[in-house]
């Protein structure tokens, strides 16, 4: 006889899989993204209290409330802290812990297999040894994005004969991933197993230079989407499965994209030079110098400037000057100029990084342009304001054939009248590749912070009645 519960919580795991999709969807549009991650987590915590009544959960309630508070108390602490130019680590962080969760079900699932507990076809065998290997994978790799972000380490590892043995630890994994579908699952192997693979996503990430972050951590995402979905499929829960799948597969279109826009195949990077340009890049040949302009001169070009498009980077992250920004913007639209927001899809440290920087400071949407739609519009720019923007802006991609990032789309802000690129010093910035654009003739350097510089160029207008 089917009891209520029978028909409940399948019930329920379809309604919190269609919300986690419209949520999704939602969270495609910065008009909407507000309102997606709320359908979302309305989602999540319909999941969550559904499994309380699950007829196979039987038993360690008290651990499973004991870990939510845990969790969920620390998630709260670390999101309302963590400041906006940390958010990549964060992303990096959490994104890691899914990864690690689908490795973890994958291992208790395989050890109750091993001990007789529950059977399994081979379907579902093969599933859960593959999502535990991706979760692993995706695991310790985004860890190790983390502290890369984070500036905990901030070499790239590389060295003679890297790829063969990466080969070869992956081989190993699978190796034994075959013994575990094909033979019983003792602790030994499943310790040994799981340890291959987190050493996989060490191995994977640690030659990544940080320029590459944003394509690593929508890659992770994927992975670890796909984690989530086969181990859906483990437990038999439509959620987890849905949720998984949507997930994994907005993650890999979001890689492709990421790739696409530093002028890489996907497979070149799962399997080529990944992370070449990095801090540990060579060097460009530039000719001529860079010539300076103070915070006076400036604002009087951009107050007299009938277009200006203003493109954004990490630099103005890291001054949180998102909101003097957009008061120095509202400043000129009130003299009549026509001011725009150009983003380039890999700018910042994760993607939309710099829309959500934007969007916290209430700049309006019908304001913020990509690649694509703003190019066209550079050589009809008075001026072009860069703020804490490097290789996205870089005309090396254009012109060097020898630079890491030749091909690369950028943003053609040196096809503007006059460029104004607002940078602490004189440094190469992340990546470790020399700007040809700090070198052009119609480019001036403006020193300083980006927050005290936006400051200053608000007096500086201001001043001029």
Avoid at 117 to 133: C, F, H, N, R
Avoid at 182 to 202: K, Q
Avoid at 236 to 260: D, F, H
Wanted: aromatic share 8%; with cysteine; hydrophobic share 55%.
């Amino acid at each position: 006889m089917i009891s209520v519960l029978d028909f409940l919580v399948p019930a329920a795991y379809f309604i919190a899989a269609v919300m986690f999709i419209y949520g999704l969807k939602a969270m495609s549009s910065p008009v909407t993204a507000r309102s997606g991650m709320i359908w979302s987590g309305v989602a999540m915590a319909v999941a969550i209290l559904v499994t309380f009544v699950h007829p196979e959960v039987k038993g360690n309630y008290a651990l499973m409330v004991i870990a939510i508070v845990i969790g969920g108390a620390g998630a709260w602490v670390t999101a309302r802290r963590v400041a906006m130019t940390d958010m990549p680590q964060m992303i990096a962080l959490y994104n890691g812990m899914g990864g690690g969760a689908a490795a973890a079900i994958a291992g208790v699932e395989l050890l109750k297999r091993g001990s007789g507990e529950v059977q399994m076809d081979t379907v579902t065998v093969v599933l859960a040894v593959l999502g535990g290997i991706i979760g692993a994978v995706a695991f310790s790799g985004s860890l190790i994005a983390f502290a890369k972000l984070q500036g905990w380490l901030k070499k790239s590892w590389r060295f003679s004969g890297q790829q063969v043995i990466n080969l070869g630890v992956f081989i190993a994994t699978l190796a034994l991933g075959v013994f575990l579908i094909i033979g019983e699952a003792s602790p030994t192997v499943l310790l040994a197993f799981f340890g291959l693979a987190l050493v996989v996503g060490v191995l994977m990430t640690v030659p990544i230079g940080g320029a590459d972050m944003p394509v690593v951590i929508s890659l992770y995402n994927a992975l670890t989407g796909l984690a989530v979905g086969f181990e859906g499929y483990v437990l038999q829960n439509p959620a987890m499965m849905i949720a998984g799948i949507v997930v994994g597969a907005a993650g890999s279109l979001l890689t492709q994209l990421m790739a696409r826009s530093m002028n890489r195949s996907l497979g070149n990077v799962l399997f080529a030079g990944f992370g070449k340009a990095d801090e540990d890049g060579p060097g460009l040949e530039v000719s001529g110098e860079m010539r300076s302009i103070d915070a006076t001169d400036a604002s009087i070009q951009l107050a007299y400037a009938e277009k200006v498009v203003i493109v954004p980077g990490y630099g103005l992250a890291v001054a949180q000057a998102q909101h003097k920004i957009w008061e120095l913007v509202e400043l000129l639209q009130s003299r009549g100029v026509k001011v725009s927001f150009a983003i380039h899809p890999v700018a910042g440290r994760m993607p939309g990084h710099m829309n959500v920087l934007l969007a916290e400071a209430g700049v309006p949407y019908d304001l913020i342009f990509d690649l694509e739609d703003i190019n066209a519009q550079f050589p009809t720019t008075d001026v072009a304001l860069v703020i804490g923007a490097n290789d996205v802006v870089n005309p090396a991609a254009r012109k060097d054939t020898s630079s890491p990032i030749y091909g690369m789309p950028i943003l053609d802000v040196d096809k503007a009248r006059n460029c104004i690129v607002v940078k602490r010093g004189q440094g190469t910035g992340f990546s470790g590749i020399e700007n040809l654009l700090f070198f052009e003739d119609n480019t001036r350097m403006l020193y300083g912070d980006a927050q005290k510089v936006a400051q200053a160029l608000i007096a500086g207008i201001k001043s001029l009645g």
